[in-house]
């Protein structure tokens, strides 16, 4: 997986700023714990740690080529993170073309690449991955992302080039780089969403899915490589449903492919159980077996509570499973106090170095895969499948699919997630969040590939598909990879493979539900994998801890954020509005929507704090 950083200057000489890069790498130490390099010359200094997976003896990074360019350098040099599922494919083409590998890795096989076809190198990757290249003859930096962008590159362009990382932190580590905000970029922590390119750091940018930046001493550009296409689908139900299964049976091997122990998360709901019964199978073909892993909560299924996105809890399900295709099942189970420990939650928020916040979801998950990395250096899970299946409720009810807006925000607000509801009326109205965000939807919408001659409702239906798999989606990749990376685990998701995403985004919304449950065109595909009740169960959402007091712990926060005059947002927050979210508290539980509310909220105080961030340009404040 790894942690890239780097900086490209071309009036100045970077072989003196070695202290500096080494910094900037240090940050990084969580996303590769097992080794880390530098790399400089004059106008480019590489910095790179290593979580090995591949090839562990060799791959050492940053990798430079044997060939030499000018001045005796390396021909080019690539720091990269993530893993490219087809490398051993590429490396056969390669050999054949003449080139000769000095490791296993492949890292070396997208140096090799680089070189045999030039940036078109990036049309033959499969994989997720964050890289950069540095081309000494054409003294050129090149920072590519993978198609879904399920790994991150953060950019911050300089006045003579660029600095850029795997996180934020790494950037910020660079004196060139300074922490603030103003009402663009708080529009962007408040909403719920993800902005391709958009940080809510002011200057900063997030290199976006599937494209690539080009650095050199004339300036930078960013190019688009891959994008959703919009094709009509001829295929029948049945030759649709045998497509989606002949790609998860080649993609879920293909993500295997580590020399390190892999596992599976489990849950127990159609996706995570489908990747695992897939894996389990390809183990057992090696004459192996699975581990798999599951979150849980002391007393969650004895005392478990209903809900309108969790009607049934998680465990017994995971257990059904782990016994149906034989796997070694491991749940974790957790308490309040390990989820309200201050110590882990700063850990959470250094490890996101953003204001983004799924409450309890995020630190539950944390500690999981903390406890998963005790076992594993891989894991395989289920993210994308709502996404690229439409398992949401918002493809279905009609309100969300009415809304003129982001479909989530307007179930949301409806349900008690209103990023404005805490805030001074002037502050929300002196940042013009509304505004903000119909612009945002705008620009959305113009982006979609829509199809000649498609129904209003299927163009909706195509709509939402796509603003689910570029606004929705990569929060959640988001959130996989800061917590996964911030306990050294790599995370893969094989839902996330662009085939499948170009396949299945073109199928029309009667395939994907003709049975009339979401995702039947999956629970088809998975039909001869999985028991009867888990085919069947209805969707339920990663599973959130159900106790009264972990709710009165949380608004501890938010109050003292609202009444402590040095705090970043008191100034901003309606106290009365804090006053009747504590009052809540007091005669039991805050629902979901506003458990996420109340936690965004004191995570954003808290990371104006921590990064010291300076909030200036917001109309109306003093």
């Not at 950037?171 to 909403?191: F, H, S, V």
């Not at 499948?385 to 989530?408: K, Q």
């Not at 970043?568 to 006053?579: K, M, T």
Request: charged fraction near 25%.
């Amino acid at each position: 997986m790894c942690g890239i950083t780097g900086w490209a200057g071309f009036t100045r000489d970077l072989r003196a700023e070695s202290p500096v890069v080494q910094a900037m790498t240090d940050t990084l130490a969580r996303r590769g714990p097992d080794a880390e390099g530098i790399w400089l010359d004059e106008h480019i200094a590489l910095g790179h740690r290593r979580l090995s997976i591949i090839d562990l003896e060799h791959g050492a990074q940053p990798m430079r080529t044997p060939e030499r360019g000018p001045g005796d350098l390396p021909r080019a040099v690539i720091s990269y993170g993530g893993e490219i599922y087809n490398f051993r494919e590429l490396r056969e083409e390669l050999v054949l073309l003449g080139h000769r590998f000095a490791t296993r890795s492949d890292t070396e096989v997208a140096l090799r690449a680089y070189l045999e076809w030039g940036t078109g190198f990036v049309h033959r990757l499969n994989g997720m991955y964050s890289l950069a290249i540095w081309d000494t003859a054409r003294e050129e930096l090149l920072l590519v992302r993978d198609r879904l962008g399920v790994k991150p590159l953060f950019y911050y362009p300089t006045e003579d080039g660029v600095l850029f990382g795997s996180e934020p932190k790494a950037i910020l580590a660079n004196p060139l780089a300074e922490a603030a905000a103003g009402a663009e970029e708080l529009c962007d922590a408040l909403l719920f969403l993800r902005t391709p390119g958009r940080v809510p750091f002011r200057g900063m940018r997030e290199l976006k899915p599937g494209h690539l930046l080009r650095v050199r001493r004339e300036g930078i550009s960013e190019e688009r490589y891959w994008q959703l296409e919009s094709r009509p689908h001829t295929d029948d139900l049945k030759t649709t449903v045998a497509t989606v299964r002949e790609l998860l049976d080649d993609i879920v091997p293909r993500q295997m492919v580590a020399d390190v122990p892999l596992v599976a998360l489990l849950s127990g709901g159609l996706d995570s159980s489908t990747i695992t019964a897939l894996a389990a199978r390809a183990r057992a073909a090696d004459g192996a077996g699975l581990s798999t892993f599951s979150v849980d909560f002391t007393g969650h299924t004895e005392n478990f509570q209903a809900d309108a996105i969790r009607p049934t809890p998680d465990g017994p399900y995971a257990l059904e499973v782990a016994r149906h295709v034989g796997s070694d099942h491991h749940p974790i189970v957790l308490d309040r106090a390990g989820l309200l420990d201050p110590a882990v939650r700063r850990t959470v928020l250094g490890a996101w170095d953003l204001p983004f916040n799924f409450a309890d979801l995020d630190v539950s998950l944390y500690l999981l895969f903390a406890a998963v990395r005790e076992h594993a250096t891989v894991a395989l899970s289920g993210e994308g499948a709502d996404e690229v299946f439409g398992g949401y409720l918002w493809f279905s009810d009609p309100e969300a699919r009415r809304a003129e807006t982001f479909p989530w925000l307007k179930l949301g607000a409806h349900r008690g997630l209103d990023p404005r509801s805490l805030f001074q009326p002037w502050f929300v109205d002196g940042i013009d969040l509304a505004a903000y965000e119909a612009d945002l939807y705008r620009t959305a919408l113009a982006e979609v590939p829509l199809l000649d001659g498609e129904s209003a409702e299927g163009r909706r239906t195509r709509e939402l598909g796509y603003l689910t798999l570029t606004r929705w989606l990569p929060i959640l990749l988001d959130k996989k990879d800061r917590m996964g990376m911030a306990s050294g685990l790599e995370g893969r998701v094989p839902f996330c493979d662009h085939r499948l995403v170009e396949y299945v985004f073109n199928v029309p919304w009667e395939m994907k539900t003709f049975s009339g449950q979401e995702k039947a065109l999956l629970r088809e595909a998975a039909a001869d994998l999985l028991p009867e009740s888990v085919l069947r169960r209805k969707k339920a959402a990663y599973p959130s801890i159900q106790d009264p007091a972990y709710d009165r712990a949380l608004i501890t926060g938010l109050t003292k954020a609202a009444g402590d005059d040095r705090a970043p947002l008191s100034a901003f927050l309606d106290g009365d509005a804090v006053r009747r979210t504590a009052a809540k508290t007091s005669t039991g539980s805050l629902s979901e929507f506003e458990r996420i509310l109340v936690e965004s909220t004191v995570r954003l105080d808290d990371w104006a704090r921590t990064y010291q961030v300076e909030l200036t340009g917001v109309k109306g404040a003093n």
